[in-house]
């Protein structure tokens, strides 16, 4: 009966845990490159030490990497110069809030103090791993191959300048997670080997790869776990009182 209350209450635990990821989710149905979170994983199980009894009281455990869906999101064609998507594996490389981190973000920007951004307001990275920085410009866009072309201000009509070309990676044999700050970062906190041979297709963004069908299947689904083990806890809650009156000595 121990083992049952237990595995019911640890049932409830991460379905409660998996709400928040499914709400985070549906939240982010919009966000251009957003990779679903599936959440963290059980890693195994621990017993709590019981000196004088059975180790009857167990629960999982759960590892912190934060796992997400690495399958690609629809392409939609926006026909804007600066709106990039990758096609296929790969990442872009950014400076975010904190280290330098990844994404498939590609709704590119020019913010105001000059650094070429996506819209997340991370700072694009060229292949020395450095903000992409733009000059005053007429007319700016970004080719299939990455590279970041205007043609300055002040200059003869027609005049092409490349000021940089977008690092890309497949971070091939890299186990990435998702960061508290919401960033993709290799596990191990190294550096992905640079690759520029990553497909990229302009005046495109990728869609988010979340499919609000499943998300909401799963959420009745988790609401039906829910109910079931609730249940449980109370039929073991009735079945143990059935138990105790059957070997209670007759007053």
């Not at 307001?121 to 733009?134: D, F, G, H, K, R």
């Not at 508290?180 to 041979?197: K, W």
């Not at 959420?219 to 073991?236: C, G, M, T, V």
Request: net charge negative; proline share 4%.
């Amino acid at each position: 009966m121990d083992k049952l209350i237990y595995t019911a209450f640890n049932t409830v635990n991460n379905i409660y845990d998996n709400r928040s990821v499914r709400a985070q989710n549906l939240a982010n149905v919009n966000v251009p490159g957003y990779r679903r979170d599936l959440g963290a994983k059980s890693v195994g199980t621990a017993f709590l030490d019981n000196m004088t009894s059975l180790q009857t009281r167990a629960l999982a455990i759960r590892d912190d990497n934060n796992y997400f869906e690495l399958d690609p999101g629809t392409l939609s064609q926006t026909d804007y110069d600066l709106d990039l998507a990758i096609r296929g594996d790969g990442y872009f490389m950014v400076k975010g809030q904190n280290e330098l981190s990844l994404t498939r973000r590609g709704d590119l920007k020019v913010a105001g103090d000059g650094t070429l951004q996506n819209g997340s307001s991370q700072a694009m990275l060229n292949t020395n791993l450095e903000p992409i920085t733009v000059p005053a410009y007429r007319s700016i866009k970004v080719s299939d191959n990455g590279e970041v072309i205007i043609e300055p201000l002040n200059s003869p009509v027609g005049t092409k300048q490349t000021i940089g070309q977008l690092a890309l990676t497949f971070a091939a044999e890299k186990e990435l997670k998702k960061y508290p700050d919401g960033e993709i970062r290799p596990a191990d906190g190294s550096v992905p080997e640079i690759d520029q041979q990553v497909s990229l297709v302009p005046q495109h963004v990728e869609l988010s790869n979340v499919n609000i069908t499943d998300e909401l299947i799963n959420s009745i689904e988790d609401q039906r776990q829910y109910e079931i083990n609730i249940k449980l806890i109370s039929s073991a809650s009735e079945i143990d009182e059935a138990g105790a009156s059957l070997i209670r000595m007759p007053s």
